[in-house]
């Protein structure tokens, strides 16, 4: 099974930048969408982007403008851009990738890495 290694969390300031790296563990392997969901405490995981093989994307309203995900297929490996980072951003981001199977698709979860931005 492809395991996701993330790494690029960690505390930020208001208005600052951060980039997450997920790479999967087998370049080899066929990999469908790819993205990034969050989890404040106390709240529920949510999707924040999301994109297909061909690189079609997909936001979260909240980061709309604010965060882009790209991926490079040849390294299996999907990144988030996020910039004007604010509070309410802070939070745990796991990378999710979804494996094409035979018959089947198969998803994959990345460790989490924090995300904090204070002052």
């Known amino acids: 099974q492809v395991q996701l290694v993330e790494s690029g969390g960690g505390l930020v300031q208001p208005g600052g930048s951060l980039r997450l790296s997920c790479a999967a563990s087998r370049r080899t392997a066929r990999i469908g969408d790819m993205g990034w969901y969050r989890q404040a405490p106390g709240k529920e995981r949510e999707l924040v982007a999301s994109?297909?093989?061909?690189?079609?994307?997909n936001y979260e309203d909240s980061v709309k403008g604010r965060f882009t995900i790209s991926r490079d297929n040849a390294k299996n490996t999907v990144y988030l851009q996020m910039t004007s980072l604010k509070p309410e951003d802070t939070a745990v981001y796991y990378c999710y990738a979804n494996e094409v199977l035979v018959g089947l698709v198969r998803a994959a979860w990345g460790q989490g890495t924090q995300v904090t931005v204070s002052s």
């Open positions: 994109i297909t093989s061909s690189g079609n994307t």
